[in-house]
């Protein structure tokens, strides 16, 4: 399976910042997510984008195929925001290979 | 439309044993894969199935199997459990292998090997 490194490990915000995590691929991929995952331990997917850009309300993700690297942006971050991001993803195998996750704590 | 349930929620077992672990797939989805996660890290991908057959193993010895029925939900099995067990299983399913609409994961089952 292919190499995810996520950036930055630990991200501490105050409530309202903005937010930028990133994803690097070793290899090409035709499957990526990024998951939130909560403290139950459920993966929420949060975005399917294998290329291009996506917004779903305070959150939007862009991917750069050619460039194998994916960027999550929280903007006017609440608390509840808080918790572990994972991006992952697949080339031919189907073996959803997942980063180590970047974790998010926001500050009231 | 349901999502993907998984059963127990947790389970302690001691080393030795053998433990069973459910999961039922979204409606509509043919293919479900099952994840360990370890206490601080990435989810690994142990296997997948689709049309109740493994198309993809990952690295994990043969005591992982697993099985898919025809309505598609899938059983993970593991044998003479091990401390290193100890972790949440995660099982997530999709339609055509993950193509076009990515994988929907379940809450997982926490087992703890003692």
């Known amino acids: 399976g292919i190499q995810v490194e996520q950036s930055p490990p630990d991200l501490i915000l105050q409530e309202g910042a903005n937010s930028t995590l990133r994803c690097n691929f070793s290899?090409?991929?035709?499957?990526l997510q990024w998951f939130h995952q909560n403290p139950w331990g459920q993966l929420i997917n949060l975005f399917y984008?294998?290329?291009g850009t996506k917004q779903n309300g305070r959150l939007s993700a862009t991917t750069v195929a050619t460039e194998r690297y994916s960027l999550l942006y929280i903007s006017s971050s609440q608390t509840t925001d808080s918790g572990v991001y994972f991006c992952?993803?697949?080339?031919?195998?189907?073996?959803?290979?997942f980063g180590a996750g970047t974790t998010v704590t926001v500050r009231a | 439309e349901t999502g993907v349930t998984q059963s127990p929620t947790h389970l302690i077992k001691t080393r030795g044993q053998q433990v069973t672990l459910r999961c039922s797939s979204q409606?509509?989805?043919?293919?479900v894969s099952w994840y360990q996660q370890a206490l601080g890290q990435g989810p690994q991908f142990i296997f997948q199935?689709?049309?109740?057959?493994?198309?993809g193993r990952g690295n994990f010895p043969p005591r992982f199997s697993g099985l898919q029925f025809p309505n598609y939900s899938s059983e993970l099995n593991v044998n003479a459990l091990e401390l290193d067990d100890s972790a949440l299983y995660l099982c997530?399913?999709?339609?055509?292998?993950?193509?076009?609409?990515?994988?929907?994961f379940g809450s997982g089952t926490r087992l703890t090997v003692v």
């Open positions: 997530a399913s999709s339609s055509a292998g993950g193509v076009n609409y990515g994988y929907t």
């Open positions: 290899d090409s991929v035709n499957n």
């Open positions: 984008i294998p290329s």
């Open positions: 992952a993803g697949f080339n031919n195998d189907y073996k959803l290979s």
């Open positions: 409606s509509g989805h043919n293919t």
């Open positions: 199935y689709y049309r109740e057959e493994e198309n």
